[in-house]
């Protein structure tokens, strides 16, 4: 069963424009500007997938994507549109939808631990410079040779203290580290707690199974993320969304070309992804999208022009709808010629001129399907009419949030948070035991009669244990010891291509 996008208007005689569920994972393009249908088109395009078992993950940025939970309101215009097209079995319908929210308001909290996050995405959410990325990356590493885990904020600001602490060894050891750059990262850190983005980092972290259910009766579960106030830190927003794809990458087994995908991941306001993103993030994004399509996973990005999606990424976006552009500026002009290069043409549409032409609701789509010989290729470019889905197309309000909320099936185990044990609490717990340890008061041993009496045995506790200006033979043993087995532990973490751990696991 195909996915029906709309009906072909570009001949009188058009018929149906489709995704084939097989080509699914083949990515995608959904363009257009402002209030030109985009939203729609991805509601449509998330209920086929949910209607054949294909669960979906897209963020709500406006609002009203919401609106996949509740049925559509039967509205004769809507109605009129379904028949139109020729839906002859169109009632208005919800969906199986679970709602997620980093800040945890309008959604189950999303999670991840600051150790799954890694250096790289962390070091780009807290806008640091390289060189200050660069002390980022001494930190995990640290970490991970101590065997420290970094769950939270404040397992990164206490890591951040010992580095402050032992900066001339860890200098030594690891690279340069200035006090200049473990305070722009504490300032940073401060900044991003003050927005509210501690509440992300920590467990329990979101499990990818959660993404990917399905209901009782077959349907895959759309996963809508509240991105309304996210997306007002673009790349918090980005940062988090391009994680949880590199987490698909790295965990997801190989499965090569499925009847339908595994789990549709959109991507919506994609320029904030690239826009300053430089060379080399622009690089592992493009070799997980390459490659994520052999995991199961259909990636679609979503935004205002096509050109907001780097060339070698677009290239690999099987499966276009371009909405209506206007063409008012010479941004707007690049762009409707960058989409009219794009498509496979057709002879009987003129598509530069029939972009600025198309009215709400209507589409140039592309999609693939195969040839006499087994191949994918595009379709030629069709202008459609886009079916309506069978959703409400609209915001819904708090207590059908809150409905939707109380039966879903990850609400207990997301809902509240675990503060288990980890860098901050293991390193307080040492920094108490060493004040004990010098509070002690000594008892008085026939050592110390020795001492004082500058004998022999003063000597070799001397050697043994050291004296305020040289450290002991036991002393050194221990810390080589610690490093030895800190080095074990730091040899069985995996970090994959953007620095988080590799294949999600926890220790």
Known sequence: MSILIGKSVTTPQGGPVTLEPKYGNRHGLV??????????????????????????????????????????????KVAERATQIGVADYAPAAN?????????????????????????????????????????????KLADDRGLLLLDLEDLRALLGVVADERKDISTSYGLVSTQSVGAIQRALLRLEQDGADQFFGEPALALADLMRTTQDG??????????????????????????????????????????????????????LFDDAPPALQQRVEQVVRLIRSKGVGVYFCSQFPDDVPDNILGQLGNRVQHALRAFTPRDQKAVRTAAETFVANPALDVAKVISALGVGE???????????????????????????????????????????????????????????SAAEMLAAKAHAATERVDAPKAKTAADDDSDAGGFSQSVKDVLFGTKRRQGMVETMAKQTARTVGSQVGRQILRGVLGGIFGGSKR
């Open 219 to 272: 349907r895959g579960v759309v996963n809508v993320l509240a991105a309304d106030q996210l997306v007002l830190k673009p790349r918090l927003y980005s940062s988090f969304l391009l994680w949880l794809m590199s987490e698909l990458f790295e965990s997801l087994p190989e499965v090569g070309d499925l009847d339908k995908p595994k789990l549709v991941f959109v991507f919506d306001e994609a320029h904030l």
């Open 31 to 76: 363009a257009g500007a402002t209030g030109t249908g985009k939203t729609v088109t991805l509601m449509t395009l998330a209920e086929g997938f949910s209607k054949l078992g294909v669960p979906v993950f897209l963020a709500d940025v406006k609002g009203d994507v919401a609106g996949l939970a509740m049925a559509g309101s039967g509205d004769a």
């Open 363 to 421: 589409a140039l789509v592309s999609t693939l399907h195969d040839t006499d010989t087994g191949k994918a290729v595009p379709m030629p470019v069709e202008r459609t009419l886009i079916a309506p889905p069978r959703c409400r197309m609209g915001a819904i309000t708090d207590a059908e949030r809150m409905q939707v909320r109380a039966v879903s099936p990850v609400g207990a185990k997301y809902d509240t948070r675990v503060d288990r044990e």
């Open 96 to 140: 199986p939808v679970v709602f997620w929210d980093l800040y945890g308001k309008l959604g189950h909290p999303v999670r991840a631990t600051a150790s799954e996050m890694g250096p790289t995405l962390l070091a780009r959410i807290l806008e640091l410079n390289d060189t200050q990325a660069g002390v980022l990356d001494i930190v995990f």
